[in-house]
């Protein structure tokens, strides 16, 4: 890298992976370590944000849908983030955007300060489950099975 310094070669090449991530608009994941990105990592799941008072909480599952669920996080958490966004894997403004005032409503109340990492991962058909996602982890937050929170006219076949 010519005659840069060590802190001017990292703060360069930090340059170019913000640059990068931008063009390919990949904007609100960022790596904990600058050395690895987060595109690299696999997916990984967390439930420690789950939403229990809403109307997409996670408790509310049939036993089907939960054995599908169960199985395509699987399938999910051995795919790299890149392989996931933004194919199945979607930043949304729900908390100013969504056409369900119900879920804007709840976003704000419950992920004042978070509500812009709130991302839907398709899990099949209309089916999404929803999280805050940093880095390589999604923190689960709602499971919408009819596609309610982002409703669309769109026909879905689950």
């Known amino acids: ?15 170019r992976r913000a640059v990068s991530a931008e063009n390919l608009g990949k904007k609100r994941v960022v790596s904990s370590n600058p050395d690895v990105s987060a595109y690299d ?13 809403s109307d997409w909480c996670l408790t509310a599952i049939t036993k089907e849908e939960h054995r599908s669920l169960i199985t395509a996080m699987a399938e ?9 966004i933004p194919h199945r894997c979607k ?16 976003a704000r109340q419950q992920f004042p300060d978070d509500h ?7 899990i099949s058909g209309a089916r999404r489950l929803w999280g805050l996602l940093y880095d390589n982890e ?18 879905y076949e689950n």
């Open 91 to 106: 930043r949304e403004d729900v908390a100013a955007s969504s056409p369900n005032p119900d879920a804007q409503r709840r």
């Open 41 to 53: 990592k696999f997916f990984r799941f967390r439930f420690d944000r789950v939403d229990l008072g």
């Open 76 to 84: 999910i958490e051995a795919m790299k983030v890149s392989e996931l």
């Open 138 to 155: 999604f923190s689960v937050i709602w499971w919408d099975s009819g596609h309610e929170v982002w409703p669309t006219k769109r026909v």
């Open 1 to 15: 890298m010519g005659n840069r310094t060590p802190k001017e070669q990292e703060k360069l090449r930090r340059k």
């Open 116 to 122: 812009d990492h709130i991302h839907s991962l398709r």
